[in-house]
T-cell receptor, first 112, second 115 residues
Framework: DQQVKQNSPSLSVQEGRISILNCDYT??????FLWYKKYPAEGPTFLIS?????DKNEDGRFTVFLNKSAKHLSLHIVPSQPGDSAVYFC???????????FGTGTRLTIIP | KAGVTQTPRYLIKTRGQQVTLSCSPI?????VSWYQQTPGQGLQFLFE???????NKGNFPGRFSGRQFSNSRSEMNVSTLELGDSALYLC??????????????FGEGSWLTVV
């Protein structure tokens, strides 16, 4: 039972354009959501998070949007840069819980 | 500040053997979580230890076990290895008390191949 889903295994975007990565969840107990970025042979690194009391959180080029009614969140990267090429994981948890439930990841490729 | 250290980085084992992986968390962190990453499955939660006690557990068979020592270092053990256990095993370290996403740090992982 995949409680967090990333339905696009891969995405290619032109450098300078917007990258939009999507994530859906099914468990209503989740109230805190995170995005991680992973390069090959490295551990995931935290990118940005959002609490269910918000519908948007921004950090530089990264913005996460949360639609609680649709149980959907998205990560926007503007503008996309070659260094953004990596696998992006969406994760969800109940706030304060160390257990993260991850999606299967989306491989983002930025085309120069 | 030193990061999360996992050893060994790479190992090859034979079916039926057992393996022990080690994780040294960031100094001061009391929570250590373990995840398994396989192609197409994302990262799946194995278990979490806080102050030497298992606090959370995922849906893995009893062949997967772990422990945490008084210095917060953790080990996980997989017994009777199966081919399907081939994966990247990731350790995550956090302060452990209401951690936010930006206080959870992952190690580089241990690549296990079972032949």
């Amino acid at each position: 039972d995949q409680q967090v889903k990333q339905n696009s295994p891969s995405l290619s975007v032109q450098e300078g354009r917007i990258s939009i990565l999507n994530c859906d969840y099914t468990n209503s107990m989740f109230d805190y959501f995170l995005w991680y970025k992973k390069y090959p042979a490295e551990g995931p690194t935290f990118l940005i998070s959002i609490s269910s009391i918000k519908d948007k959180n921004e950090d530089g080029r990264f913005t996460v949007f949360l639609n609680k009614s649709a149980k959907h969140l998205s990560l926007h990267i503007v503008p996309s840069q070659p260094g953004d090429s990596a696998v992006y994981f969406c994760a969800a948890t109940a706030f304060g819980n160390e257990k993260l439930t991850f999606g299967t990841g989306t491989r983002l490729t930025i085309i120069p | 500040k030193a990061g999360v250290t996992q050893t060994p980085r790479y190992l090859i084992k034979t079916r039926g053997q057992q393996v022990t992986l080690s994780c040294s968390p960031i100094s001061g962190h009391r929570s250590v979580s373990w995840y398994q990453q396989t192609p197409g499955q994302g990262l799946q939660f194995l278990f979490e230890y806080f102050s030497e006690t298992q606090r959370n557990k995922g849906n893995f068979p009893g062949r997967f076990s772990g422990r945490q020592f008084s210095n917060s270092r953790s080990e996980m053990n997989v017994s009777t290895l199966e081919l399907g256990d081939s994966a990247l095993y990731l350790c995550a370290s956090s302060p452990g008390q209401g951690s936010f996403g930006n206080t959870i740090y992952f190690g580089e992982g241990s690549w296990l191949t079972v032949v």
